[in-house]
């Protein structure tokens, strides 16, 4: 087979989707476009839109094609979510959409059955952030759905199964606070009997695994070669995890920015997981277990920013620092190590401007981002992914409120795409670029110490 250079990466976020090509040589992403992630209000209830994906992803690879070439094919996604499947392989039941609320109807239901923390590491959430209470209100709800269904899909896995017709599971996304899955042992969970699912969850492959070449139909829709490979996928935290734990030795954190911010820390101190603190294990792309924590950074961002001008002046900034201008938790309460707090502010917020909202907003987000560090027992570097990689207020606080040196990632403003790329290389290719892993953060004004510190004191 030809060296594999240019991979093009399906990657689904909460928000958005969107369809890139990634040299992995230069480990940078060639072309990019995107579609929103808008949900489907129903019937039969809040769902995805995997039909309007599937045009948007057919159309993409074949204009990123002829732009720049497409050697192989990754997939990564958000997590929270399957695919039900029939015996043709056709969609059993609409992809319910994680933050409907429908399944807490059914919580108590729902906590009679599932597994200990101690057996899955899933924290116990709201909504249907623990894939099995989807699956569960799911099947309570619908009668007939037990029967129609055939195969569960994790949701990476879905897109894999459309490209190549092969049905799989993989362990980054059964590992991601679903109940479905027990890492200490690499096995299901006894969730899945009982659910009545034994024997339909598609067989567990590796992320890297090449499932096999794209369908004929679909290379004759994306213009593809019909012998293009495409990868089993990747959850998308542990898509931006991936090209540090080749590259790096631990101990070391990585801090994967987006609509969540997902902690992971590899090789840290013991600590006892709090799953009331919304704390759990993740299983990396190789398998182990990750100790981890998060919360919706992004989603909170905008929630606050609500549209205005994201940045500040120094006049701003120092505004924030000198009036101890902050903002404590929890923006949005259903998650995080906060959650159910209601949050406020050290002053009247009405008498902000854009950018002292912005700098408050970034230190807070900082600030809870050091708390969840703290909670997994992180140590070492910390490396930043996504979005907040670019926002220098967040990195310099949370290097001063954690102690340890904080690296922006280099290159994409997200690494999902680039991790999940790095699934389809070959040994050699997967290192290269490793000491462009990040930059330092700046020298840090000394008030950020004393910000920090009244912040923690002054939580309620």
Same mark, same amino acid.
């Given at each position: 087979m030809a060296?594999?250079?240019?991979v093009g990466?399906i990657?689904?976020?909460?928000?958005?989707?969107?369809?890139?090509?990634?040299?992995?040589?230069?480990r940078?992403?060639? $072309?990019?476009?995107?579609?929103?992630n808008?949900?489907l209000?129903?019937?039969? +209830?809040?769902?995805?839109?995997?039909?309007?994906?599937?045009?948007?992803?057919?159309d993409?690879?074949?204009?990123?094609?002829?732009?720049h070439g497409i050697?192989a094919?990754?997939?990564t996604?958000?997590?929270a979510?399957?695919?039900?499947? /029939?015996t043709?392989?056709n969609?059993?039941?609409? =992809?319910?959409?994680?933050e409907?609320?429908?399944?807490? /109807?059914l919580?108590?239901?729902?906590v009679?059955?599932r597994?200990?923390f101690?057996e899955?590491?899933?924290?116990r959430?709201?909504?249907?952030?623990?894939?099995?209470?989807?699956?569960?209100?799911?099947?309570?709800?619908?009668?007939?759905l037990?029967?129609r269904?055939?195969?569960?899909l994790t +949701?990476p896995?879905?897109w894999?199964?459309?490209l190549?017709?092969v %049905?799989?599971?993989?362990?980054?996304? %059964? $590992?991601c606070?679903?109940?479905?899955?027990?890492?200490?042992?690499?096995?299901?969970?006894s969730?899945v009997?009982?659910?009545g699912?034994?024997? #339909?969850?598609?067989? &567990?492959?590796k992320?890297?695994?090449?499932l096999?070449?794209?369908?004929?139909?679909?290379?004759?829709?994306?213009?593809?070669p019909?012998?293009?490979?495409?990868?089993?996928?990747v959850?998308?935290?542990?898509a931006?995890?991936y090209?540090?734990?080749?590259?790096r030795e631990?101990?070391?954190?990585?801090?994967?920015?987006?609509?969540?911010?997902?902690?992971?820390?590899i090789?840290?101190?013991e600590?006892?997981l709090?799953?009331?603190?919304?704390?759990l294990i993740?299983v990396?792309?190789?398998?182990?277990p990750v100790p981890?924590?998060?919360?919706m950074?992004?989603?909170?961002f905008?929630?606050?920013?609500?549209?205005?001008?994201?940045?500040?002046?120094e006049?701003q900034l120092e505004?924030?620092?000198?009036r101890?201008? =902050?903002?404590?938790?929890?923006? /949005?309460p259903r998650?995080?190590?906060?959650?159910?707090?209601?949050?406020?502010?050290s002053?009247?917020d009405?008498?902000?401007?854009?950018g002292? #909202?912005?700098?408050?907003t970034?230190f807070?987000l900082?600030?809870?981002?050091?708390?969840?560090?703290?909670?997994?027992g992180?140590?070492?570097?910390i &490396?930043?992914? $996504?979005?907040?990689?670019?926002?220098?207020? +967040?990195?310099?606080?949370l290097?001063t409120?954690?102690g340890?040196?904080?690296?922006a990632?280099?290159?994409? &403003?997200?690494?999902?795409?680039i991790g999940?790329?790095?699934?389809?290389?070959?040994?050699?290719?997967r290192q290269?670029?490793?000491?462009?892993a990040g930059?330092?953060?700046a020298?840090r004004?000394? #008030?950020l110490?004393?910000y920090a510190?009244?912040?923690?004191?002054?939580?309620?």
């Open positions: 060296a594999i250079r240019n990466v990657d689904i976020g909460k928000t958005n989707a969107k369809v890139a090509v990634v040299d992995l040589e230069q940078r992403e060639l $072309g990019v476009l995107t579609r929103p808008t949900v209000p129903g019937p039969p +209830y809040p769902h995805f839109d995997l039909e309007g994906h599937w045009n948007f992803i057919c993409a690879l074949r204009e990123l094609r002829k732009a050697d094919l990754s997939v996604t958000h997590g979510s399957a695919v039900l499947l /029939d043709e392989g969609l059993a039941a609409p =992809m319910l959409d994680y409907f609320t429908g399944p807490d /109807d919580a108590a239901d729902y009679a059955i597994p200990d101690a899955t590491g899933s924290p959430l709201g909504m249907g952030l623990n894939l099995g209470a989807q699956l569960h209100w799911q099947l309570k709800t619908d009668p007939g037990l029967d269904v055939a195969t569960v +949701y896995q879905y894999a199964y459309k190549t017709g %049905l799989s599971n993989e362990v980054t996304s %059964l $590992g606070h679903t109940d479905l899955w027990c890492p200490s042992e690499n096995r299901f969970s969730l009997e009982r659910l699912l034994t024997g #339909r969850m598609a067989p &567990v492959r992320a890297g695994d090449r096999g070449p794209i369908l004929p139909d679909v290379a004759t829709r994306t213009g593809l019909e012998g293009t490979p495409v990868t089993c996928g959850h998308d935290s542990n931006s995890l090209p540090h734990l080749i590259a631990p101990p070391f954190s990585v801090v994967s920015t987006g609509t969540w911010v997902i902690v992971l820390a090789g840290g101190g600590v006892t709090d799953p009331s603190r919304d704390t993740n990396n792309a190789f398998g182990n981890s924590a998060r919360f950074g992004g989603r909170e905008d929630m606050i920013l609500q549209g205005r001008e994201k940045g500040c002046s006049e505004a924030v620092l000198n101890e201008i =902050m903002l404590f938790p929890a923006v /949005d998650s995080g190590p906060f959650q159910g707090r209601e949050h406020h502010w002053v009247d009405t008498t902000l401007g854009d002292d #909202r912005f700098a408050a970034s807070y900082a600030l809870v981002t050091a708390e969840c560090l703290a909670m997994t992180a140590d070492g570097p &490396v930043v992914e $996504g979005p907040f990689a670019q926002n220098r207020l +967040y990195l310099d606080m290097e409120a954690t340890r040196p904080v690296e990632s280099a290159g994409s &403003v997200t690494g999902t795409s999940a790329a790095l699934l389809s290389a070959d040994a050699q290719a290269l670029g490793e000491t462009r930059k330092p953060a020298k004004d000394p #008030r110490a004393n510190r009244k912040w923690r004191e002054q939580l309620r």
